[in-house]
Structure formats: structure tokens, C-alpha cells
């Protein structure tokens, strides 16, 4: 699907579902800032020259304001089965102060070039102070 969107498409999203290998069809994890960097990589690799006309998109898997982003990391290790410096890093899980989550949006632009984003409904409250944030 991505050497598809490289060679056409005008945006790209890069998904944080990844498929769970040897498992049951429709049994996903979440996937890594790592497995992000190489799926980003492969994409513009195989775009050639198209790459920097593309718009990057993610969908954010939750929003989460907390004033503790370490004791959510920990928190949200069990649950999303990864270790709490992954957490950390993941691009599909949003969460901190809205300075904070700001803050995690740029860097993850300036990492991968996300630029559209799309969050679940439930977390559209939690999200709008990250975009007065993001807006200065």
C-alpha cells in the first residue's frame, strides 16, 4: 500500500496499527517511533523527487492531559504492550500538559513531516487546547 501512495497519492498516512504477526487476521499492536522511521524512510525513498510534495498524516490513537507524562508512560506500557520509553516516543499516543503535547507534535513534524492529523472523537476535548498550544 505504501509504494502505491509513493508513486500517487497526495497524502500519505502513516498508521499506528500495525498487523501482529502469527497471530488471529485482525489482531493489531501499536507500532514504534522506530518501525515509524522506516515506514516514513521506505515511503519517501520510493517517492523520489514526489517526496517533498507529499503531506504527511497520522492518526493519534489517544489524548491524555496529565501533568505526570512519566507515570502515564508506565501506566500505558501494560496496556499498549510496550516498554515506557517506547511510550514515550510513540507517535500514535498523545499525552502531557497541552505545552507538552505541543511540543511532541512539532518534533514528530520535524521527524516524519506529519502534518495532517486526525484524533479519535472522544479525545476531540482533551486535543483542542494542544492546537491553541501549537498556534502560539
Not at 489517544?62 to 511510550?87: F, H, Q, Y
Request: hydrophobic share 50%; glycine share 6%; with cysteine.
Amino acid at each position: 500500500m505504501l509504494r502505491i501512495a509513493a508513486e500517487h497519492a497526495d497524502i500519505v498516512s502513516i498508521a499506528g496499527a500495525y498487523q501482529v504477526k502469527n497471530a488471529d487476521p485482525g489482531t493489531f499492536r501499536l507500532g514504534t517511533a522506530a518501525e515509524t522511521d522506516e515506514r516514513v524512510a521506505f515511503t519517501r525513498a520510493l517517492a523520489g523527487p514526489r517526496a517533498a510534495g507529499i503531506e504527511w498524516h497520522t492518526l493519534i490513537q489517544l489524548v491524555v492531559e496529565t501533568d505526570d507524562r512519566a507515570a502515564k508512560a508506565e501506566e500505558l506500557s501494560a496496556r499498549v504492550g510496550m516498554p515506557a520509553a517506547e511510550v514515550l516516543e510513540c507517535p500514535f499516543l498523545l499525552f502531557g500538559t497541552a505545552d507538552e503535547m505541543a511540543a511532541q507534535l512539532s518534533r514528530q513534524r520535524e521527524r516524519w513531516g506529519f502534518s495532517y492529523l486526525t484524533v479519535h472523537d472522544p479525545y476531540l476535548e482533551a486535543f483542542a487546547p494542544v492546537i491553541a498550544a501549537l498556534r502560539g
